[in-house]
């Protein structure tokens, strides 16, 4: 059974940075996509990020691009996502989610395993 388990959320004042991880385990990390997902109250759930097994061509929402980097560690099983510049607009619980397929995919139906999400508030 693939769980993930996401860590990192908290309290951050706008400008402050946060780094969220997400430890894989019971499946073949190396060979996922992996993606960070963030849902705000009373809004659907997006894309914020995404990663290939591979690490290169990665892919970022418009929102986050400059802001956010994502990138992956296969020996540690982890992915993580290094949100800097972060704004009262980032307030969201953030998840991770794996896909079994090695081309990135932007939509929550394409992704396979997800995780129970983490806090993200930006205070301003």
């Known amino acids: 059974q693939v769980q993930l388990v996401e860590s990192g959320g908290g309290l951050v004042q706008a400008g402050g940075s946060l780094r969220l991880s997400c430890a894989v385990s019971?499946?073949?990390?190396?060979?996922?996509?992996m993606g960070w997902f963030r849902q705000a109250p009373g809004k659907e759930r997006e894309i914020v990020a995404a990663i290939p097994w591979s690490g290169g061509g990665t892919y970022y929402a418009d929102s986050v691009k400059g802001r956010f980097t994502i990138s992956r560690d296969n020996a540690k099983n982890t992915v993580y996502v290094q949100m800097n510049s972060l704004k009262p607009e980032d307030t969201a619980v953030y998840y991770c989610a794996a896909d079994r397929d090695l081309l990135i995919a932007r939509t929550m139906s394409h992704y396979d395993y997800w995780g129970q999400g983490t806090q993200v508030t930006v205070s301003s």
């Open positions: 019971g499946g073949t990390f190396s060979r996922y996509t």
